[in-house]
């Protein structure tokens, strides 16, 4: 059964799927990670596998960059293919002097400037919030692996590239609400499982610092990102 953009049949797709923004990072995870690899997509060479680890079965695709993108994916993993769960795996940029270059980020919730939410299903809440059960299930994970969590709340933004005349808002937007890291995609795969009646959930590893300016390459967010997958690949349930 396959959907306008993505060429998997009914089953060949795990319960939970982890969903990196790049498709090669998800080629990775699978070459790395997991055993017992099937390819299940490769339309718009947004690579999709299904394998095992430790036994259980999991997927692993990529959503692209943005709102849009990640909750077309999501929308049709969780409408067409029986997913229940998506566990967004990524790299951020954080706000706060006192969070490092690759500590691992769980987001308790995302807010957008995005109107994704309103024009989808009439949801007008600046804030979308990940599954509550989920998140436990990733915590209970670091502290299995000994991997420090920092929680909070998370800015998922339209805009990567600010004009200078507007960082300084974009800043205080953060500083108001809170918000200790930025992404692109969270908002829209929180609001999209929550309007289907699903689960999702969000890990970052965080690649630059724009108050201190460290950033990292991107060689070292490949290696470093090792943490945050480890994490989510542990908390997948049972089939």
Known sequence: MATPHNS????????TVLMPGDPLRAKFIADSFLDDVTMFNTVRNMFGFTGTYKGKRVSV?????????ISLYAHELYSFYGVENIIRIGSTGTYKEDINVFDTILATGSYSESSFA??????ENEFQYPDPGLNEDLKKA??????????????????FYYDEKMLGGALETAMKNDLI???MESFGLFATAKNLG???A??????????????TTAEERQEKLVDMIKIALEAVEEE
């Open 8 to 15: 998997a049949s009914l089953g060949d797709i795990a319960k």
């Open 61 to 69: 695709m990529g959503s692209g960059m943005g709102i849009p993108s």
């Open 118 to 123: 309103k024009c989808m299903c009439g949801d």
């Open 142 to 159: 670091a502290e299995k692996l000994g991997i420090t969590l920092r929680e909070g709340l998370i800015w998922s933004s339209d805009v």
């Open 181 to 183: 890291v930025a992404e």
């Open 198 to 200: 699903k689960r999702a």
């Open 202 to 215: 969000c890990i970052l590893t965080v690649s630059d610092n724009i108050i201190t300016h460290v950033e």
